[in-house]
Nanobody, 123 residues
Framework: QVQLVESGGGLVQAGGSLRLSCAAS????????MGWFRQAPGKEREFVAA????????YYADSVKGRFTISRDNAKNTVYLQMNSLKPEDTAVYCC????????????????WGQGTQVTVSS
């Protein structure tokens, strides 16, 4: 089992940047594929990015491709989401998630979730 805690959210102007972190408990972090999802008010949870166990492969939603970068440091049990060129439509609660499956964009394939961190982008 793994516990996930996100940090790094906040209020930023359009065009700005934020870096989210997700710290995981336990000694088996490197066995999990990690993902970031977001949910805006009144909308369904949306896939943002995923990274494989060793960090060799990454996947992105079309809406964030070229602006966001997912990375991980297995020695620190942490996954990151660097968000650049932020837009008001990026406003949402961002959650990290872990799965023992291969990289997937589907929320129901993830076994563990953090509580989330709010990202608000003002125009």
């Amino acid at each position: 089992q793994v516990q996930l805690v996100e940090s790094g959210g906040g209020l930023v102007q359009a065009g700005g940047s934020l870096r989210l972190s997700c710290a995981a408990s336990g000694r088996t972090f490197s066995t999990y594929t990690m993902g970031w999802f977001r949910q805006a008010p009144g909308k369904e949870r949306e896939f943002v990015a995923a990274i494989t166990r060793g960090g060799g492969s990454t996947y992105y939603a079309d809406s964030v491709k070229g602006r966001f970068t997912i990375s991980r440091d297995n020695a620190k049990n942490t996954v990151y989401l660097q968000m650049n060129s932020l837009k008001p439509e990026d406003t949402a609660v961002y959650c990290c998630a872990a799965t023992t499956r291969v990289a997937t964009t589907l929320p129901y394939n993830y076994d563990y979730w953090g509580q989330g961190t709010q990202v608000t982008v003002s125009s």
